[in-house]
């Protein structure tokens, strides 16, 4: 079983993220800080990191421009509400970017592709 | 129709005209009907059609929803067999859960539009107070000139005219119409024939003519051009002195242009010159053969060393000109990012949440679930609402009605509106008034939602609990009235105490940053102030200082 970690200042959006993505049969893990995240990454690294942009504190670029230096195998998913972020070169190490929706299945799919090694 | 039914249709039709408006009110551009048309399609059977026809137009949130799950639970309308409960219950969350996602789906369209034109609304005020905030540089500058003006106006404190012209300078700021008024106050005051003024035009070696004031008027309009080199005027600005051509009819320099010119006798021509550089010269004609002296050339000259200040601040103005434009238009563009990206973000989370919760509960209706996603759609919902009374607040203030009220009372009210549902906070709270505080006059409604704002801020900053205190305080002698909102909690951190009457600026992952900035601004139209202290050890205090209108405008 794949562990997928989502760092998402959104409580309620990352309960749903949590709950979607375990009845996809992933085993998954939610932190709501960039700085939780760097430290779980050390700790314990997931086989996939969802990653939120705008948190309070540090943001998700800058938290995947540390990760990255901690481990730079870690497949990212960047999961945003802002399209233009993507503007930001920063982001472009990400394995995919992804815009917040309700309907959640371009994350799966991202989720499915980065896993299965078919970068998007 | 049985007793049961007929209590259900009761209280269905009561409501009915508040539910109704609620539902409208939520969502004013999804139509009621489609909802109705949507849900027709589910109605399984005809012993329910009849109350699918009153619940679609009056089941409009979870919580009445699950209001009526209990009753059909609790066994209050029992006029169901199970079996048809469990079918009007499957049929109602279809129906909800339909109309939330077309809730969600509706909501981004009109969001989008909401986003657009608030950013719309908002760069425009950006632009004013941009525009606003560079014209006062440019007074600055003007003031700089004044200076400079007021020394050439002592040197030549003898002519009333040049002091009349050193205030036109600094009272407008077209340069054209300077020009104008200058050339005519000119020829008024020592009634010359005719007066104009002239430019030089670096690239093409020409002079233009600017302004102009007298009996020639229809023959020379503006725009009026002649070579550098010609004429008399042409020979002061290339040669950068003065020439005082008495007898003009004789003088070889002269060129007619037209024949009236011939009543011309005299012509007296001073350049208009900086340091280094001539920039023009005015030009001004008698009917009499030796029409000028000295003291002509002396006043024209004085004259002319202003006006050569009058163009230098016409260049600065242009140039200011051109650089507030491209300030705008960079402003503007950063202004747009900063917006669309605070508000993608305090909408699309929301709505993602909502319409995703719906999803899942439409593909996996386990009663667990339908649970916390009732409660956190109803959450996000609230979110949505607040931030968009927030932002329609901010962008479009409302005029104040004024009305005496007794202060401690209201706040009392409001303390308590907020903090319900809060008791077990843990929050003291504590209210202190002059006991012979007069009534003030607010508006009630405003005034409400600038505590609001400020006990939700404290609130939030004690998530463990701690002590709210408010002090009214009203000095003798003083014409105001002071109200402390004090809180235990972290304070208001150094680092951020520039930022946070700013628009949109928020530590908190559901705040909209517009909290603070409505209530200054409702609080300013009161005529107070608001403003805050931190203490380091011990929270934040927000202070209102509200005039004592009572004392001076009657109500
Ligand atoms: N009582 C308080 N204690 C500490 N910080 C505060 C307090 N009130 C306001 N702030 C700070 O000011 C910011 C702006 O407040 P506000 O304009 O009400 O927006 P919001 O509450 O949506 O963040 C808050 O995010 C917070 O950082
Ligand atoms: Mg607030």
Redesign the pocket.
């Known amino acids: 079983m794949k562990n997928i970690l989502i760092a998402d200042d959104d409580q309620n959006l990352a309960l749903l993220y949590e709950q979607e993505l375990t009845d996809e049969g992933y085993r998954v893990d939610v932190v709501h800080d960039a700085q939780t995240a760097i430290e779980r990454v050390k700790e314990n690294p997931p086989d996939l990191l969802i990653l939120d942009i705008r948190m309070p504190g540090m943001d998700g670029i800058e938290a995947l421009n540390h990760i990255l230096g901690i481990n730079n195998q870690l497949p990212v998913i960047l999961n945003t509400a802002y399209s233009n972020h993507k503007d930001n070169y920063l982001t472009w190490s990400a394995n995919a970017y992804v815009v917040k929706s309700s309907d959640l299945s371009k994350l799966k799919t991202a989720i499915n592709d980065v896993l299965t090694g078919e970068e998007v | 129709m049985k007793n049961t039914e007929q209590n259900l249709y009761h209280v269905l039709t009561t409501q009915r005209a508040s539910l109704l408006s609620e539902w409208q009110r939520r969502v004013r551009h999804t139509s009621v009907l489609q909802l109705r048309e949507d849900f027709d399609g589910h109605a399984p059977d005809d012993v329910l059609e009849e109350f699918f026809d009153l619940i679609v137009t009056q089941i409009t949130t979870k919580q009445e929803y699950h209001l009526l799950r209990q009753r059909i639970f609790s066994g209050e309308i029992n006029a169901f067999s199970p079996d048809a409960a469990c079918r009007l219950l499957i049929a109602l969350k279809k129906t909800v859960l339909k109309r939330l996602k077309n809730f969600t789906h509706n909501a981004e369209a009109i969001f989008d539009e909401i986003l657009l034109r608030i950013s719309a609304y908002y760069h425009e005020m950006r632009y004013r107070n941009l525009a606003q905030s560079q014209s006062q540089n440019l007074r600055q500058r003007n003031i700089e000139i004044a200076r400079l003006l007021a020394v050439e106006k002592q040197r030549a404190a003898h002519l009333t005219t040049n002091n009349r012209i050193a205030q036109m300078a600094l009272s407008t700021l077209d340069p054209d119409e300077i020009f104008r008024r200058i050339v005519h106050e000119v020829q008024q005051s020592f009634n010359y024939q005719h007066v104009s003024l002239y430019f030089v035009e670096t690239h093409s070696n020409q002079m233009i003519m600017k302004a102009r004031a007298g009996v020639y008027e229809k023959h020379f309009p503006e725009g009026y051009r002649q070579n550098v080199g010609e004429g008399i005027v042409g020979h002061v600005v290339a040669s950068g002195n003065p020439i005082m051509a008495n007898d003009v009819g004789n003088d070889p320099r002269r060129i007619i242009a037209f024949p009236q010119e011939k009543n011309t006798r005299a012509e007296l021509c001073v350049p208009i010159k900086t340091a280094d550089r001539v920039l023009g010269a005015l030009d001004v004609l008698s009917r009499k053969k030796n029409g000028f002296n000295w003291t002509d050339v002396q006043s024209l000259t004085v004259l002319t060393d202003q006006l050569a200040w009058v163009i230098h601040n016409a260049h600065l103005f242009q140039e200011t000109r051109e650089l507030q434009d491209e300030l705008v238009q960079s402003e503007r563009l950063s202004v747009i990012g900063e917006m669309s990206a605070r508000i993608a973000h305090e909408i699309r989370n929301p709505l993602a949440t909502i319409g995703g919760f719906a999803r899942s509960l439409q593909r996996a209706p386990t009663p667990d679930r339908i649970d916390t996603a009732a409660r956190i759609i109803s959450c996000e919902v609230t979110r949505l609402e607040e931030l968009l009374t927030d932002i329609l607040n901010y962008t479009r203030p409302r005029e104040l009605e004024l009305e005496p009220v007794n202060l401690p009372d209201l706040i009392t009210d409001v303390y308590h509106q907020v903090g319900e549902g809060l008791e077990d906070r843990g929050i003291a709270y504590r209210q202190n008034a002059p006991s012979d505080l007069p009534e003030t006059p607010v508006d009630p409604a405003q005034f409400k939602q600038v505590l609001i704002?400020?006990f939700?801020?404290?609130f939030?900053?004690m998530p463990n609990g701690g002590k709210l205190h408010v002090h009214i305080r009203k000095k003798e002698n003083q014409p105001h009235i002071e109200i402390e909102i004090r809180?235990t909690?972290?304070?208001?951190p150094a680092e951020?105490q520039d930022e946070?009457?700013k628009p949109y600026?928020?530590?908190?992952t559901t705040?909209?940053?517009?909290?603070?900035?409505i209530?200054k601004q409702i609080v300013e139209r009161h005529e107070g102030t608001l403003s805050?202290a931190?203490h380091s050890d011990s929270?934040?205090s927000?202070f209102i200082h509200l005039p004592d209108l009572s004392s001076r405008r009657p109500l």
């Open positions: 704002n400020i939700k801020n404290a939030q900053a809180d909690g972290p304070g208001i951020i946070i009457f600026f928020t530590t908190k705040g909209t940053g517009l909290g603070l900035v209530s805050f931190s929270g934040a927000i």
